[in-house]
């Protein structure tokens, strides 16, 4: 049973750059959930995706976009990156209905911006 | 007053200690909690959800105390390997797109 996956695990780039981040959810679950995990602070909600539309979104300006796909995996798009989105981007997902919508997290890409 | 609030610790304990945290929340009409484990430079893992009537696995009973607005952790016996930032979750109801807030977490260091 696969977990969820990240793509890449780590990424420099340059200020004013653009990146994609890549996740495939945990087999089952359809709803995937991206955080921005800064250095000795707790994981921020950034968006969530279900059924291929944004579903709810934290505090994070309009740089930050998002994508599903049909097969339930997303990409995460930062626009004109600056020396403060330097963090760990970690995808979760959730099954829609059953459960507690415990969300499972994936290994995170670390992005450095320089 | 942040959303989700937890001690930042560190908690350093001795091994076979027992060690609770407590997390409070703001938003009176928020549904589901959640106790997650986060070991250095790696993801959250769940550790346990949090249920109104508290629940326990093991050597970890969590509580929810909606009327003062707080969850709970405790861990009993500890050991070496529950080394660790305790990081709490609150959703504001079960369904999908609600929103889910984590506090900065809790750190936990057994000590031989």
């Known amino acids: 049973d696969a977990g969820v996956t990240q793509s890449p695990t780590h990424l420099i780039k340059t200020r004013g750059q653009q990146v994609t981040l890549r996740c495939s959810p945990k087999?089952?679950?359809?709803?995937v959930s991206w955080y921005q995990q800064a250095l000795g602070q707790g994981p921020q909600f950034i968006f969530q995706?279900?059924?291929?539309?944004?579903?709810q979104r934290g505090n994070f300006p309009d740089r930050f976009s998002g994508h599903q796909f049909p097969n339930y995996s997303s990409e995460l798009n930062v626009n004109a990156l600056l020396l403060g989105d330097s963090a760990l981007y970690l995808c979760?997902?959730?099954?829609?209905?059953?459960?507690?919508?415990?969300?499972?997290f994936g290994p995170g890409t670390r992005l450095t911006v320089t | 007053r942040k959303e989700v609030e937890q001690d930042p610790g560190p908690f350093n304990v001795p091994e076979g200690a027992t060690v609770a945290f407590n997390c409070t929340y703001s938003?009176?009409?928020?549904?589901?909690f959640f106790w997650y484990r986060q070991d250095c430079r790696k993801e959250p893992k769940l550790l346990m959800s949090?249920?109104?009537s508290g629940n326990e696995d093991g050597r970890f009973t969590a509580q929810l105390n909606r009327a003062s607005q707080y969850i709970s952790l405790l861990i009993r016996d500890s050991k070496l390997s529950d080394s660790a930032t305790y990081l709490c979750?609150?959703?504001?109801?079960?369904?999908?797109?609600?929103?889910?807030?984590f506090g900065s977490g809790t750190r936990l260091s057994i000590r031989p």
């Open positions: 979760a997902s959730s099954p829609k209905t059953g459960g507690n919508n415990e969300q499972y």
């Open positions: 087999s089952g679950h359809d709803t």
């Open positions: 995706y279900y059924e291929e539309e944004e579903r």
């Open positions: 938003n009176s009409a928020s549904q589901s």
């Open positions: 949090v249920y109104s």
């Open positions: 979750v609150v959703k504001g109801s079960p369904s999908s797109a609600s929103k889910i807030i």
